[in-house]
């Protein structure tokens, strides 16, 4: 749906604020400055809804070629015929687990207020300046970059979903560093996703092929798994 759902705890209360533009609001993250950061995922952009204002701004990402771009600005029609029942398969590069679109997926924002995002099948995360709103790709030597969280210190963990391990993204050094994960019994893992305690600086990630949890000290470099 083409909206954005603001739920206040305190008096139970719903309020709806509907977008004009874009496609698949995913995952949520919220600044220091009240603004509202949001992946779209079939439209492969960045969302910014400012709460003061009211006032949504879509960001865009770069296309991997002129069929993904005319793919995306086509996005509402291929909706409506995918609705329709019209098969698209012979023109558009889309399946049902959208793998011929980029996917912006998960998103963080680091203790500088920059906001960081993982492309899913476009194999690259990214940054958007906090300040200056300028926008920069890094591709991922990895496959899969799902979801992704910062630690105390400003470093991006990333859940390397089909290579059972996180990796490390340093921004200051722009450089990968990968994690394999201590797979028990021995095998491979699919990390969907994780989350940083960033007062100890624990990286939580949760295996879906084993019904375990890891749990990764980045101080200490220690491995803890829970069945």
Same mark, same amino acid.
């Given at each position: 749906?083409? &909206?954005?759902?603001?739920?206040?705890?305190?008096?139970?209360?719903?309020?709806? /604020?509907?977008?004009?533009?874009? /496609?698949?609001?995913?995952?949520? =993250?919220?600044?220091?400055?009240?603004?509202? @950061? +949001?992946?779209?995922?079939?439209?492969?952009?960045?969302?910014?809804?400012? &709460?003061? !204002?009211?006032?949504?701004?879509?960001?865009?990402?770069? !296309?991997?070629?002129?069929?993904?771009?005319?793919?995306?600005?086509? $996005?509402?029609?291929?909706?409506?015929? $995918?609705?329709?029942?019209?098969?698209?398969?012979?023109?558009? !590069?889309i399946d049902e687990q959208s793998t011929g679109l980029p996917l912006p997926y998960g998103i963080d924002i680091t203790p500088n207020g920059d906001i960081w995002f993982a492309r899913l099948h476009a194999n690259s995360i990214g940054m958007i300046d906090g300040k200056t709103l300028a926008i920069k790709n890094y591709p991922t030597p990895f496959l899969? *970059?799902?979801?992704?969280? %910062?630690?105390?210190?400003?470093?991006?963990?990333?859940?390397?979903?089909?290579? !059972?391990?996180?990796?490390?993204?340093? *921004?200051?050094?722009?450089? +990968?560093?990968?994690?394999?994960?201590?797979?028990?019994?021995?095998? %491979?893992?699919?990390? /969907?996703?994780?989350?940083?305690?960033?007062?100890?600086?624990?990286? @939580?990630?949760?295996?879906?092929?084993?019904?375990?949890?890891? =749990?990764?000290?980045?101080?200490?470099?220690?491995?803890?798994?829970?069945?």
């Amino acid at each position: 749906q083409q &909206r954005l759902v603001e739920f206040d705890p305190v008096l139970k209360q719903f309020t709806n /604020y509907a977008m004009d533009d874009g /496609y698949y609001p995913h995952t949520i =993250r919220v600044d220091k400055q009240e603004r509202v @950061w +949001f992946t779209m995922a079939l439209s492969n952009q960045i969302a910014m809804f400012e &709460r003061s !204002s009211k006032k949504f701004t879509l960001f865009d990402l770069p !296309s991997r070629s002129t069929k993904e771009s005319i793919t995306i600005s086509s $996005m509402g029609s291929i909706l409506k015929m $995918m609705d329709w029942g019209i098969p698209l398969a012979n023109w558009v !590069s889309i399946d049902e687990q959208s793998t011929g679109l980029p996917l912006p997926y998960g998103i963080d924002i680091t203790p500088n207020g920059d906001i960081w995002f993982a492309r899913l099948h476009a194999n690259s995360i990214g940054m958007i300046d906090g300040k200056t709103l300028a926008i920069k790709n890094y591709p991922t030597p990895f496959l899969g *970059p799902r979801r992704l969280r %910062s630690d105390s210190k400003g470093n991006l963990w990333i859940a390397a979903f089909p290579e !059972s391990m996180i990796v490390k993204f340093d *921004p200051i050094k722009e450089t +990968f560093t990968n994690y394999p994960l201590p797979v028990f019994p021995a095998g %491979s893992e699919t990390p /969907y996703s994780l989350n940083v305690d960033q007062t100890r600086d624990m990286v @939580w990630v949760n295996g879906n092929t084993s019904d375990a949890l890891y =749990r990764y000290d980045i101080n200490a470099d220690k491995w803890s798994h829970y069945p």
